[in-house]
């Protein structure tokens, strides 16, 4: 993947684990979408490493890669988002949340919803 932006694939693991290919793409995609806006960091792995943006970052676990089909699928799933073999499904989304959680703040924005996620432009 020479020439390509690295993108933290443990991002994609712990925050989609479980999520068909469109969820974890998506996820995959936030990051990106953030690098490249100018608004955040302009590096995927320094927009991933930003305070507790996501929070496997700061739940206080330990990062480990147990599952290794949900390790190897977000991976696979890195290398096709940063290869331009799955588009965006979020279609230029900066922020996400489960599904399960209302935040207020983000109800002005454009609304996705993904598998287990909720996006936001």
Do not use: W
């Amino acid at each position: 993947m020479r020439g390509l932006p690295r993108l933290p694939r443990r991002g994609v693991y712990y925050e989609a684990r479980g999520e068909p290919t469109q969820g974890r793409a998506a996820v995959a995609y936030v990051v990106l979408n953030r690098a490249e806006s100018g608004k955040f960091p302009e590096t995927p792995c320094a927009v991933v490493a930003e305070g507790c943006q996501f929070s496997y970052r700061c739940d206080g676990r330990p990062e480990t890669l147990a599952v290794r089909a949900d390790r190897d699928a977000a991976f696979a799933t890195a290398k096709a988002v940063l290869t331009g073999a799955v588009t965006d499904p979020t279609r230029g989304a900066l922020f996400f949340h489960a599904s399960r959680i209302h935040p207020g703040s983000l109800e002005n924005r454009t609304r996705v919803e993904i598998g287990n996620h909720v996006f936001y432009r």
